[in-house]
């Protein structure tokens, strides 16, 4: 034996070489949940961890990017960071990023913990509880960075109660509940391939970039440091799929099915962040549009899915009406948050000239004609001292639970609505994309908790708006428009402060 | 569609340390189709087909050993498929 194994032999060694054969108890008993599905797995040793990370090398490099971002940390609250923020407004994208994904990061890391336990297979259960531990880092690091903010700014103060309860955190909150009481294939496809290898370049990429470019180097750090992890995921996605369509054809629609279901799950939910990109970013780095052309169009749908036809693949379901609302998409996201910002954890406000100048660039055949008008109708409103919104409660649709407020392929000023009956009740979802799912699964998604309507059945503290944000956990200063908010107020008052100093 | 060959693949990294500047600076001379763009905090490089990182060009630029592992305190995101990830050398391409 050579004294030194090489990166190959040491993860054969440490991953293959510590797994055993249950002799006295069956497998079948050992590892209950990996038939049930329909999935044949004929053998585990054909799965293959490109990384070949092994426990000793996980924890050496994992240690120094958790040192990196801690120093990050340090040197902005020692150095006063929050000040130089391109704008306060700047961080409702990090209230959001706090509220949505953090808790998210923590449901991962409990199911994939659940998953290093049942998969029966070596390898993938190793890869499984890297993730795992990698998730539960992600939730701890993203508290820490964004403590620092919660100190000085609203809107951050009990995100893991917002979670439970506030209306547009359902989205994120079913989306993970959906794929956690899901089989353990269908979650890694929804998880592990579906977000993270198609989509979640979407939201960290840019994103973070963007963090850098409104002067947010801890976030961006954070981002990086997380998104390092992401790409072992996504390797993990992209192993999972293959090793799954090489196992047996038998597996190819099923595969194909999850994948058509959590594409377009993963792609609803990501309107939030394509909101976030257009109209949170003081200082803008690209648009959805563009960023969905160069992560989506060009690398997944021009790069992985030549590649997954090998196996009979075909592009997900639904992907052309995703494509053709990428001129719309952000636009119809901000203004109903922008109507609904008085019961939110965030504020929102009228884009500035430059700003709605640069809306229109990004978007030349839509801007212009069907969105500038209502921002225009809102500064009107809020110049003759109003401000606009909405008193009714919006409807959600069944399935992603975002407030119906899509519209029909090809007709941006149509909402689009779907309905279907089960067992005598009438439900509502949002798109064709939505309404597949339904029609697939109806069993599963009646059962959804949609705040709307427990609002009406009064189960949120109570029937007026008031109660209802007592109940979220939300304080003063938390919502509604940022024009006058606290968090203006008091950044206002700051930089006079500096001004006054220097 | 297009051939594995032409479709690209790429790595998104971190930009600000010397230690990736050097890393993009060795992707780039072992892999003379590639090309480099910046973005606030990142640098990308992308080629058609095929990208290869070799140990032997990183430590020559670094003056340091380095370990192929160290990529991950580097990479941010990745388009393509992990082919290889050994020792010497990291591959990426589409198989396909």
């Given at each position: 034996m050579s004294k030194k194994l090489s990166m190959q032999q040491r993860y054969s060694a440490l991953t293959r070489g510590l797994d055993w054969t249950p002799t006295y108890v069956d497998a079948e008993q050992v590892y209950p949940y990996t038939r049930f599905e329909g999935i044949k797995v004929h053998d585990w040793s054909k799965w293959d961890d490109p990384f070949r990370l092994t426990v000793d090398s996980y924890f050496k490099y994992q240690a120094e990017k958790d040192k990196r971002l801690y120093a990050v940390i340090d040197g902005f609250v020692?150095?006063?960071?929050?000040?130089?923020?391109?704008?306060?407004?700047?961080?409702?994208?990090?209230?959001?990023?706090?509220?949505?994904?953090?808790?998210?990061?923590?449901?991962?890391?409990?199911?994939?913990?659940?998953?290093?336990?049942?998969?029966?297979?070596?390898?993938?259960?190793?890869?499984?509880?890297?993730?795992?531990?990698?998730?539960?880092?992600?939730?701890?690091?993203?508290?820490?960075?964004?403590?620092?903010?919660?100190?000085?700014?609203?809107?951050?103060?009990?995100?893991?109660?917002?979670?439970?309860?506030?209306?547009?955190?359902?989205?994120?909150?079913?989306?993970?509940e959906d794929a956690m009481s899901a089989g353990p294939f269908e979650f890694l496809i929804a998880i592990s391939f579906s977000f993270e290898y198609l989509l979640t370049n979407l939201l960290f990429v840019p994103f973070m970039s963007g963090a850098s470019f409104n002067g947010d180097v801890p976030t961006m750090t954070f981002g990086f440091s997380a998104q390092s992890d992401e790409s072992r995921h996504m390797?993990?996605?992209?192993?999972?799929?293959?090793?799954?369509?090489?196992?047996?054809?038998?597996?190819?629609?099923?595969?194909?099915?999850?994948?058509?279901?959590?594409?377009?799950?993963?792609?609803?939910?990501?309107?939030?962040?394509?909101?976030?990109?257009?109209?949170?970013?003081?200082?803008?780095?690209?648009?959805w549009k563009e960023s969905f052309e160069l992560y989506f169009e060009e690398q997944m749908l021009g790069g992985l899915f030549a590649d997954l036809e090998f196996y009979g693949i075909r592009p997900p379901k639904h992907v052309d009406q995703a494509i053709g609302e990428k001129e719309i998409l952000s636009h119809q996201v901000a203004w109903t948050l922008y109507q609904f910002s008085h019961a939110a954890a965030f504020t929102t406000t009228v884009p500035d000239a430059e700003h709605l100048d640069w809306l229109s660039e990004q978007y030349p055949d839509t801007f212009d004609?069907?969105?500038?008008?209502?921002w225009d109708k809102a500064a009107r409103i809020q110049e003759g001292g109003g401000r606009y919104f909405s008193g009714g409660l919006p409807q959600l649709c069944q399935v992603c639970q975002v407030p119906m407020l899509f519209t029909e392929p090809g007709d941006p000023t149509t909402i689009a609505q779907r309905e279907n009956l089960y067992e005598g009740e009438r439900y509502h979802t949002c798109s064709d994309g939505c309404q597949w799912i339904f029609e697939r699964e109806p069993e599963k998604y009646v059962q959804a908790w949609l705040p709307v309507h427990q609002i009406l059945q009064g189960t949120c503290g109570g029937p007026t708006?008031?109660?209802?944000?007592?109940?979220?956990?939300?304080?003063?200063?938390?919502?509604?428009?940022?024009?006058?908010?606290?968090?203006?107020?008091?950044?206002?008052?700051?930089?006079?402060?500096?001004?006054v100093g220097s | 569609m297009n051939a594995a060959g032409t479709r690209k693949v790429g790595f998104d990294l971190q930009e600000g340390s010397d230690d990736n500047r050097f890393l993009v600076e060795a992707i780039s001379a072992d892999n003379p189709e590639a090309v480099v763009t910046s973005m606030p905090g990142l640098m990308r490089v992308q080629a058609p087909g095929r990208m290869v990182i070799n140990r032997d060009s990183v430590e020559q630029r670094l003056g340091r050993p380095w370990e192929t592992h160290e990529f991950q305190l580097a990479i941010v995101s990745y388009f393509g498929q992990i082919a290889e990830w050994d020792d010497d050398q990291i591959v990426i391409g589409w198989q396909h």
């Open positions: 020692q150095g006063q960071g929050h000040l130089s923020l391109s704008d306060a407004k700047y961080v409702n994208a990090m209230k959001l990023f706090l509220q949505g994904v953090t808790p998210l990061e923590y449901a991962a890391h409990r199911h994939f913990a659940y998953l290093a336990r049942y998969y029966d297979g070596p390898g993938p259960r190793f890869a499984a509880l890297c993730q795992s531990i990698d998730e539960l880092r992600h939730t701890q690091t993203e508290v820490h960075t964004l403590s620092s903010y919660n100190k000085m700014f609203g809107g951050m103060h009990s995100w893991p109660q917002q979670f439970d309860r506030v209306w547009y955190l359902s989205v994120p909150k079913s989306f993970f390797t993990l996605g992209l192993e999972a799929i293959k090793f799954l369509l090489e196992q047996d054809e038998d597996n190819v629609p099923l595969v194909q099915a999850w994948i058509d279901k959590w594409f377009w799950r993963g792609y609803r939910l990501v309107s939030l962040i394509a909101q976030m990109l257009d109209y949170m970013l003081p200082r803008k780095v690209m648009s004609k069907y969105f500038r008008p209502l708006i008031p109660d209802v944000l007592a109940w979220y956990g939300l304080q003063d200063g938390d919502s509604g428009e940022y024009v006058g908010s606290l968090d203006q107020q008091d950044w206002q008052k700051w930089h006079a402060e500096i001004e | -």
